[in-house]
């Protein structure tokens, strides 16, 4: 649980500091936090193969 939160508050910070800096467009902006969702299932779904094939 705790992977999970720190997953989530650095993806936040990762785009919201990109979207501070480059002035993007407020939809592009939550799309990439939701594209987060997207990447934490995919990572963690990925990490779980791994150990399951080793």
Sequence with gaps: MVVD???AV???AVVSALFDL???PTWAYHLSL?????AYF????????ARDSS
């Excluded at 939701?34 to 997207?38: D, I, K, L």
């Excluded at 995919?42 to 193969?49: D, R």
Aim: proline share 0%; aromatic share 22%.
């Design 22 to 24: 480059l002035q993007g």
């Design 34 to 38: 939701f594209a987060g969702v997207v």
């Design 42 to 49: 995919g990572f963690f779904a990925s990490l779980e193969v």
């Design 5 to 7: 939160l720190a997953f």
């Design 10 to 12: 650095a993806w936040v």
